[in-house]
């Protein structure tokens, strides 16, 4: 079996008042540029309605729990679709079934605190999978490739 290798991935981490912190990290989704918040709380990841319909390559899914959180303390319903891949540096994520939900109260609130918004939460289905490690003293999202059996 070979060994897993490590990807570093520079974070930006925002104070939002007494709020607390926003982590949050660049990436392509489907070969596009997307700013995403990394959401240790959520438990799917999830892409943006107003991203979802200008986004090409979106395979949509049907799931028995079609909920997801960590926008909020509330559930969320959410359509899924199956994006072709989300792709941070080196690590190239195939295949990953996200929820689409509406985040216009979230970029209003963004754009409010003068924060650049973001389309894509990346969730704890992710971060546990590819073994994610959050350096707050160097700034990096650590992910672990799988490796090939």
Do not use: W
């Not at 190239?92 to 609130?109: A, R, Y």
């Amino acid at each position: 079996m070979k060994k897993s290798k490590h990807i570093s991935i520079p974070i930006d981490i925002i104070q939002l008042g007494d709020e607390g912190n926003h982590i949050f990290c660049n990436a392509k989704l489907n070969k596009r540029k997307v700013r995403v918040l990394i959401d240790t709380g959520a438990s799917k990841s999830v892409i943006s309605q107003s991203l979802a319909s200008e986004l090409d390559g979106l395979k949509p899914m049907e799931l028995e729990d079609n909920q997801t959180s960590g926008i909020g303390p509330e559930k969320v319903e959410a359509n899924f679709v199956r994006a072709k891949s989300l792709s941070f540096k080196k690590l190239n994520i195939k295949k990953l079934t996200m929820g689409i939900i509406d985040m216009t109260h979230v970029v209003q609130l963004y754009e409010q605190l003068g924060i650049q918004p973001f389309d894509v939460i990346l969730g704890g289905e992710v971060l546990t999978d590819y073994k994610a490690v959050i350096d707050y003293g160097n700034k990096t999202l650590s992910l672990r490739k799988k490796p090939k059996s």
